[in-house]
T-cell receptor
């Protein structure tokens, strides 16, 4: 079964540093998302991306965050200047089209020290 | 008011028991409904979509009640491997998904 793949699985970074989280979507999926989950809390929406542009973003997704699909396969989330409170699991999710469910990647655990 | 609400549990049930979870949603324009399973520190995995007429997949049965705005998940003959957190997910528009906080299930030998 095709999978959404995320790298790295764990990233440790110092406060103020930039990080890039990578996702390879399932090949025929058209809609891409980033979610985060702080340990013990609910899954929170960050941003959705379709047709090479952001379709929606949450209030969490401020100017420190950006997304792009630089080469038509990887879908990346960049955090420009990490804060301690950015420590969380970051999940990429993709889906084929309207009304189809989300398929999640294995996640990247980001630890900001 | 939260978009999606679930009883966080925990639900501790013996092997072989039947357990049911409910989830309520606030937006009557919600279009699609899903149950996901999440193991500790892992990604959510789709368990089943929930259809208007209700649907069953082996030991799992999902129901939708649009009038009362809730969905349910019934697990029959619980297995130890069913221990996980079950997430209710509601799609409001074509692009907005709302997650419940999850219901924790532990199946005890």
């Amino acid at each position: 079964e095709p999978e959404v793949t995320q790298t790295p699985s764990h990233q440790v970074t110092q406060m103020g540093q930039e990080v890039i989280l990578r996702c390879v979507p399932i090949s025929n999926h058209l809609y891409f998302y980033w979610y985060r989950q702080i340990l013990g809390q609910k899954v929170e929406f960050l941003v959705s991306f379709y047709n090479n542009e952001i379709s929606e973003k949450s209030e969490i997704f401020d100017d420190q965050f950006s997304v792009e699909r630089p080469d038509g396969s990887n879908f990346t989330l960049k955090i420009r200047s990490t804060k301690l409170e950015d420590s969380a699991m970051y999940f990429c999710a993709t889906r084929t089209g309207v009304n189809s469910p989300l398929h999640f990647g294995n996640g990247t655990r980001l630890t900001v020290t | 008011r939260k978009e999606v609400e679930q009883d966080p549990g925990p639900f501790n049930v013996p092997e072989g028991a039947t357990v049911a979870f409910n989830c309520t949603y606030s937006n009557s324009a919600s279009q699609s409904f899903f149950w996901y399973r999440q193991d500790c520190r892992k990604e959510p995995k789709l368990l089943m979509s929930v259809y208007s007429s209700g649907n069953e997949d082996g030991r799992f049965t999902a129901q939708l009640n649009r009038a009362s705005q809730y969905i349910s998940l019934l697990i029959r003959d619980s297995k130890l491997s069913d221990s996980a957190t079950y997430l209710c997910v509601v799609m409001v528009t074509g692009n907005q998904f709302y997650f419940g906080t999850g219901t924790s299930l532990t199946v005890i030998p």
